[in-house]
């Protein structure tokens, strides 16, 4: 079978500038030794989009969406593979000619892409509860305010870091594990500080997402109300305790990764998305976890189709508005 050989990939990449050939595309400013920009695959405000010269290779911080010339022509501009490689080689002067690839080194491609994509979980490490000595108890008026009652920050052990002033909580495993320090800035300029602080960070690191946060004090309540409902914060699953529904957790991210599916499944009730309102409906039926979370359970999704939540760019989670708005999307969820 006559394919593109792995050397006129090679020649693709090392012949067009990936900063140009994109840049036709995405207005990119340079940042040290790479370029970003907004991405044109997810709607932001921020340039969240990057491109290294040096690897050939553009990545996206926020939707994790990456790849090289060749990806970006079948994503961005919506070639097929053969197609992106004839308009590539024609851009880079080259003749796109497929040649005769021995079945043997066929097979061995296919067992190299095999074994990269087989994932091996990085696991978090367990840590000593002794280290929440370490935040002062303090009451957290910036989350008063918002609606979410002392009582329910200290059932999460809602803590202050005073040298960073920062809110901070511990991340348990399903198990109830300490595994992690997570903290939210209360500078409301953290954006302008040099360098600029991030408004969460990781205390520890966590490896992969195989835990939902919260689910370790939820097991039973979920299985009492034979549903759960996951949102993409911790705050989120506070006020929603706030409002008197107990059976939410969080994801960490707007999507579910193949280890929470897994223990949702497990659970053997339904399942309520509840993702900030910057996520669409065809983003999360496209995720190949809920297509898996459906075959085995019923699927819901708050989605906000009257602007109830405001603007997208907002991303503001389904409990921000209040419990009347809460409720209002709650019951005019969608079943998949
Ligand atoms: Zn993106």
Not at 78 to 91: E, F, H, K, P, S
Not at 201 to 225: A, E, H, R, T
Not at 295 to 314: A, E, H
Request: net charge positive; proline share 3%; glycine share 6%.
């Amino acid at each position: 079978m006559k394919e593109y050989s792995e050397e006129l990939i090679e020649e693709i990449k090392d012949n067009i500038d990936i900063v140009d050939f994109i840049g036709e595309y995405v207005e990119l400013t340079k940042k040290g030794k790479e370029y970003f920009g907004k991405c044109p695959y997810h709607d932001e405000r921020t340039g969240s989009f990057s491109v290294t010269p040096s690897k050939n290779m553009y990545y996206c911080f926020g939707c994790k969406k990456g790849g090289d010339v060749i990806s970006f022509c079948q994503d961005h501009l919506d070639m097929t593979y053969d197609r992106a490689i004839t308009y590539l080689c024609g851009v880079a002067g080259l003749s796109a000619e497929k040649t005769e690839i021995s079945s043997t080194v066929k097979y061995l491609k296919k067992a190299t892409k095999k074994k990269k994509k087989q994932h091996v979980p990085v696991t978090h490490q367990i840590l000593d509860k002794k280290i929440l000595d370490d935040f002062e108890y303090r009451r957290i008026t910036k989350w008063i305010d918002e609606g979410i009652p002392q009582e329910v920050m200290d059932k999460y052990g809602v803590c202050y870091d005073k040298n960073a002033n920062r809110i901070v909580y511990p991340v348990y495993d399903n198990n109830g594990n300490l595994i992690n320090i997570k903290g939210r800035t209360l500078f409301d300029n953290y954006k302008e500080f040099n360098p600029p602080i991030p408004k969460y960070m990781n205390y520890y690191p966590v490896g992969d997402l195989d835990y939902l946060q919260g689910f370790c004090f939820k097991k039973d309540i979920i299985s009492q109300y034979k549903e759960i409902i996951i949102f993409e914060s911790l705050k989120s699953v506070m006020k929603l305790d706030s409002f008197g529904q107990p059976n939410s957790v969080s994801s960490e991210t707007s999507e579910i990764t193949m280890f929470q599916a897994k223990t949702i499944i497990q659970l053997h009730c339904s399942v309520v998305l509840a993702f900030d309102n910057d996520v669409s409906l065809e983003t999360i039926l496209k995720k190949e976890t809920v297509q898996l979370l459906r075959r085995f359970t019923n699927v819901y999704v708050v989605i906000d189709k009257k602007g109830l939540l405001g603007k997208k760019r907002d991303k503001n989670s389904p409990v921000d508005k209040g419990k009347e708005i809460w409720d209002e999307l709650y019951r005019t969820k969608i079943k998949l």
